[in-house]
């Protein structure tokens, strides 16, 4: 015990054995009053720490699994994020390369149609060419064709001077 607490029992004592109430145990009453409700009041607070620290603990682990959680979120996106540029350039790279390949095809459609055309030109003076002279040879034909009628009998005897020899 306290030598407080001895001192009010003491005091308590002598005083119930006296038998009269005096202004010191009065005095000790309130002592020992404010004793009990001291130890009561530190209880009080006893309990308002302990369930502030439980607070406290337990938001630290909300907010550490919080932490956790986020962070591993972030990485996650980080990951997206850099396999997402890398797509893009992927895909940036592909288009120059088809860009650059439809310009390629474009000046040789260009090229190509440049050099049919110059075929194109050659044939048709070409067959212009052959289709005249297949008019002249038709008209040379029917003049000679004529010719033998007119002169059937002409022929006919060039025939048997070939024949006679």
């Known amino acids: 015990m306290s030598s407080m607490k001895r001192l009010a029992l003491l005091l308590t004592l002598a005083l119930v054995v006296a038998g009269t109430a005096s202004p010191i145990s009065k005095v000790l009453e309130l002592l020992g009053g404010m004793e009990e409700k001291t130890k009561k009041q530190g209880k009080e607070a006893d309990e308002a720490i302990k369930e502030a620290d439980d607070f406290c ?56 149609t440049k050099v049919r055309e110059k075929e194109k030109a050659d044939f048709a003076a070409s067959e212009k060419d052959l289709l005249d002279t297949m008019d002249s040879l038709k008209r040379a034909v029917a003049v000679l064709e004529k010719e033998a009628t007119d002169k059937k009998g002409q022929s006919e005897s060039l025939l048997q001077v070939q024949q006679a020899p």
């Open 57 to 112: 603990h337990r938001r630290s682990d909300d907010l550490g699994y919080s932490i956790k959680t986020s962070t591993s979120e972030k990485d996650d996106l980080e990951a997206k994020i850099s396999k997402s540029a890398s797509k893009i350039e992927s895909i940036t790279t592909t288009l120059q390369e088809t860009a650059q390949s439809i310009e390629a095809n474009e000046a040789q459609l260009t090229k190509a």
